[in-house]
């Protein structure tokens, strides 16, 4: 088994949501230019103290008993290839009408302890009175994560909860979320170094390929580059 870690830096971009609109845009705003919805909407919806990103919040006692060491250890194995990634699951019933998604953003934004990790923290929250699931990322994660390829992972977990298998369920998210993770990895480096072998290629058509490949400065100006020759010792 492969123990290589993976850049978070490197991942295919994708396109952050809106969590009321869904609409598209390409950097973190403080409020969608769609719809105008900001944090202190959800602030509003939800007037109350919001609890720790722990791996299973579960404030009604929703979840069996016993599944946070086994989780544990499927969380270890994705964090061994992506030691920045964090995961939690939250399961509540909200009222009727609630949003699941405006929950999640609310919670991943405003849980106590908020440090730069949060920004590559996934939080996933399932609603029992609406029965949705809601996947939420860290604005560092949010990029480079397509929904799409994500829904089959959330249909399954949903499967699971429904048969009452709670630990297949969530052991199998986080092993579907390394994969897709690990699939997104794979295709940004294959794009970083085509990128680079185009750079190499203008400059050695402008003539400025004299200096040697591994120099400290090269290093120095591809951050990624150096970051994942230092991954492939690890």
Same mark, same amino acid.
């Given at each position: 088994?492969?123990?290589?870690?993976?850049?978070?830096?490197?991942?295919?971009?994708?396109?952050?949501?809106?969590?009321?609109?869904?609409?598209?845009?390409?950097?973190?705003?403080?409020?969608?230019?769609h719809?105008?919805?900001?944090?202190?909407?959800?602030?509003?919806?939800?007037?109350?103290?919001?609890?720790?990103l722990?791996?299973?919040?579960d404030?009604?006692?929703?979840?069996?008993a016993?599944?946070?060491?086994?989780?544990?250890?499927a969380?270890?194995?994705?964090?061994?290839?992506?030691p920045?990634?964090?995961?939690?699951?939250c399961?509540?019933?909200?009222q009727?009408?609630?949003?699941?998604?405006?929950?999640?953003?609310?919670?991943?934004?405003?849980?106590?302890?908020?440090?730069?990790?949060?920004?590559?923290?996934?939080?996933?929250?399932?609603?029992?009175?609406?029965?949705?699931?809601?996947?939420?990322?860290?604005?560092?994660?949010?990029?480079?994560?397509?929904?799409?390829?994500?829904?089959?992972?959330?249909?399954?977990? $949903?499967?699971?909860i429904?048969?009452?298998?709670?630990?297949?369920?969530?052991?199998?998210?986080?092993?579907?979320?390394?994969?897709?993770l690990?699939? $997104?990895?794979?295709?940004?480096?294959?794009?970083?170094?085509?990128?680079?072998?185009?750079?190499?290629?203008?400059?050695?058509?402008?003539?400025?390929?004299?200096?040697?490949?591994?120099?400290?400065?090269?290093?120095?100006?591809?951050?990624?580059?150096?970051?994942?020759?230092?991954?492939?010792?690890?």
């Amino acid at each position: 088994m492969s123990h290589r870690k993976y850049s978070a830096r490197v991942f295919t971009r994708a396109g952050m949501l809106c969590p009321h609109c869904r609409a598209k845009f390409e950097h973190p705003e403080e409020s969608c230019s769609h719809c105008e919805f900001d944090l202190s909407v959800c602030e509003k919806a939800f007037p109350f103290s919001p609890p720790p990103l722990t791996p299973i919040i579960d404030p009604s006692g929703l979840v069996p008993a016993g599944l946070n060491e086994d989780l544990a250890k499927a969380t270890q194995k994705l964090r061994k290839r992506f030691p920045k990634i964090e995961i939690s699951f939250c399961f509540v019933r909200l009222q009727p009408g609630v949003a699941t998604q405006e929950f999640a953003f609310w919670l991943h934004n405003s849980a106590p302890h908020a440090d730069e990790t949060r920004a590559w923290h996934l939080l996933v929250v399932g609603d029992f009175t609406s029965g949705q699931l809601a996947l939420s990322a860290g604005y560092g994660l949010e990029p480079y994560i397509k929904n799409d390829l994500w829904e089959a992972a959330l249909q399954e977990l $949903a499967a699971c909860i429904a048969d009452e298998e709670w630990k297949e369920g969530l052991n199998g998210f986080v092993a579907d979320a390394r994969t897709l993770l690990t699939a $997104a990895w794979n295709l940004a480096e294959q794009r970083r170094l085509k990128n680079h072998r185009k750079l190499e290629t203008h400059r050695t058509r402008d003539g400025q390929s004299e200096r040697p490949e591994s120099s400290e400065g090269d290093e120095k100006s591809d951050p990624e580059r150096s970051n994942t020759e230092e991954l492939a010792k690890s």
